[in-house]
């Protein structure tokens, strides 16, 4: 028989800026996948919803208040890793309050996602840009 998985839930946020750029971050030193980009996010704790995830995630990360009313699903993507399955949970974040900084020196970049497509990115991330793309293209 089979062994069911232990499922990995990571929430991310595409922080869009009043002139449609894109928050991306990159991963540090000394942690998996060092140096490739992301969107800032991370790990659901047990007992936290991915929207309850994601607002403490963002104030941890980039020093920042985001409301829950202020945040939108957008897309996601399941990827395998290890012995774990990792499911990302992508969000569209256009208002929050405070100043975008990284208090653990964070290399932070505000990009088109035109140009995010060109950054070497963890797999689950790759296929949320496309999707991403789409989203912000669809009125609807």
Same mark, same amino acid.
């Given at each position: 028989?089979?062994k069911n998985? $232990?499922y !990995?839930?990571? $929430?991310a946020a595409a922080? &869009?800026? /009043?002139?449609g750029? &894109? @928050?991306? /971050?990159?991963?540090p030193?000394?942690k998996?996948m060092a140096? %490739?980009? *992301?969107?800032p996010?991370g790990?659901?704790?047990?007992? *936290?919803t991915?929207e309850?995830?994601l &607002?403490?995630e @963002?104030n941890?990360? %980039?020093?920042?208040s985001v409301? =829950?009313?202020?945040i =939108?699903p957008v897309a996601f993507?399941? *990827?395998?890793? *290890?012995?774990?399955? !990792?499911? !990302?949970l !992508?969000y569209?974040c256009?208002?929050?309050?405070?100043?975008? /900084?990284?208090?653990?020196s964070l290399d932070l970049?505000?990009?088109?996602?035109?140009a995010?497509r060109?950054?070497?990115?963890?797999?689950?991330d790759?296929?949320l840009? /496309?999707m @991403?793309a789409?989203? %912000?293209?669809?009125p609807g």
């Amino acid at each position: 028989m089979e062994k069911n998985p $232990t499922y !990995l839930f990571v $929430t991310a946020a595409a922080l &869009i800026d /009043q002139n449609g750029r &894109i @928050l991306v /971050q990159k991963r540090p030193k000394g942690k998996p996948m060092a140096g %490739l980009w *992301e969107f800032p996010g991370g790990k659901v704790e047990a007992g *936290e919803t991915p929207e309850a995830a994601l &607002i403490r995630e @963002l104030n941890e990360e %980039l020093a920042i208040s985001v409301k =829950e009313a202020d945040i =939108e699903p957008v897309a996601f993507a399941s *990827e395998a890793l *290890e012995e774990r399955h !990792l499911v !990302l949970l !992508l969000y569209i974040c256009r208002k929050w309050s405070g100043h975008v /900084q990284s208090p653990d020196s964070l290399d932070l970049r505000w990009l088109s996602v035109e140009a995010i497509r060109d950054l070497e990115m963890p797999p689950a991330d790759g296929p949320l840009v /496309q999707m @991403l793309a789409n989203a %912000l293209r669809d009125p609807g």
